[in-house]
């Protein structure tokens, strides 16, 4: 096996072009950033946050001030309500298991949407086998919630809806505000967790507006490093932990704090909220970019989620229709272009992506899907690179694909 | 979900960028197909078969995944200038040893071609005296390319339900 993956490697030597675009699965993490975390390896701050010495005290300071900075960039209350947890993954599974946990006297009852990725979705799923009814709200086919559906589906027993701000995949911005508003005017004692990865740094919001209880927070998708997320959550809410073990400064999270990946996240946060509207502005201009240049260079394309304002600046996902997806993926990164395709193989079928099915798009329409983030740093280049490869990796797999599949 | 990474062997990565026997046969004896693009699975085989049931030329379409390319290749190039009674003995077994191993995910894609390749022998007897080697019945490949074209089937059903609710 490692050795075809080495020989896979040996076949892109000497690219020209070498462009992440995969943002959705991982982050290329920026030198800034990664120079601002090093220190923490062994300089300063490597010590145990809850210990009584120098390493351990300078963890700490470096974590508060850290969980201070991500705070105020989300429009936290307090510092406080900011806890680090490992990820996006396990802040989502803190969220709900945490509130399911926490509340077992109230009711049984847990809804999400159609749309909600799967460490929201297959925990909600994993929580229904075990005697919980879940509801999950339908979407339309752009991705935005069914907000009349919502309003039928929360009632005295629900314990916890769970709905994402911008969707991972299609970019969606969902009316969270109003949601979260629907929600605690059906049931006040409800706990309303929404995933905002894919919405801080990205769009504007403010957690205390927002009206949530909890909201997950993640790093690389911020271009910072993997590992790290934070679960937001609201003053006088109570959630339960769901691993055992030493508690140090996160009070929802055992173990020993990373400081240095804490660091690199905010450090990440900084750069993205420094000059918010500069960055989101240029990512809504790569991206518009290499959308409208594959639509004016590539014929038989779909754009999967809505257009405009209503679209998370950095998201592109495209259909390529009588393209295969994971051909399509490998023949991009023979030249240096790297994304991901929305189906993912199973034993016997390709399994479309849940999102894309819950949008309406046919099998046929999922499985030529190619899911794009830009960041704030890439550049110009890096589109026209997208742009030259792009058409004729295309065009090649269609070359494959010839009549095969025609009505 | 899992999402198996595919370390795909440099066979499969050579046959994927450069096919053998690629694209459509105007003058084909017979064509064939197998899986569906629902399935994201879908090959069409075209054979030109001589007289003497020896099979002078194969191509092939596909789409599918870089594996789906290479076995669907690499079949048509195993299989040419066989006769058909000795093309019909190839498995799918045969073809995953010939690209060197499969990732277990993709062994359907291994199982697909050979069936494609097998409906096309069966469908050119369709008119004329079934030979003896030929068992009436599905062979494994024929019946498991049904199967899989038949679960792609349900799963469009149900959407389909699914959307009308």
Known sequence: MIENVKELLRAHEGLECDVYLDGENSSRVPDEVVKAMIPYFNQSGYGNPTLTHKPGWEAYETIMESAQKIASFSGCKTLEEINFTPGETEANNLAILGTAASTREKGKKIVISEIEPINVLNVAEMLQKTGFTLTKIPVDEEGFLNLERLKEAVDRETVLVSLSAVNHEIGTVQPIKEAAKIVKEKNATTVFHTDASDAYGKIPFNLQDLGADLATLSSYKISGPRGIGALYVKERVNIEKILEGQIGTQRLWPGVENTPLIVGFTKASELAFENFEQGTDRMRQLRDKLTEGIFSRVSDVLLNGPRGEKRAPDNANISFLRCEGEALTIELSLSGIYVSSGSACSRRLLQPSHVLVAIGRKFDQAHGSILMKVTRFHTEEDINCALNIIPQAVERIRGITGSTGAE | ?165
Not at chain 2, 66 to 77: K, M, R
Not at chain 2, 81 to 91: I, N, P
Not at chain 2, 106 to 118: E, N, T
């Open chain 2, 1 to 165: 979900m899992s999402r198996a990474p595919l370390p795909y062997n440099p066979k499969i990565l050579e046959l994927f960028q450069h096919p053998k026997n690629l694209g459509k046969m105007e003058d084909a004896t017979v064509v064939s197909v197998a899986g569906n693009p629902m399935c994201g699975d879908m090959i069409t085989f075209y054979l030109k078969i001589n007289d003497q049931d020896v099979i002078e030329r194969a191509s092939f379409e596909s789409y599918g995944c870089a594996a789906n390319i290479a076995t669907s290749s690499i079949v048509t190039e195993m299989i040419k200038g066989m006769k058909l009674e000795d093309a019909w003995k190839v498995s799918y077994k045969n073809v995953t040893d010939a690209v060197g191993g499969l990732p277990s995910v993709k062994f359907h894609c291994g199982i697909l071609a050979v069936g494609a390749l097998k409906r096309a022998i069966r469908k050119y007897f369709e008119n004329k005296q079934s030979p003896s080697w030929m068992q009436p019945e599905p062979s494994f490949e024929e019946k498991q390319a049904l199967e899989e074209e038949e679960l792609a089937r349900m799963l469009s059903k149900r959407m389909k339900a699914a959307e009308g609710k």
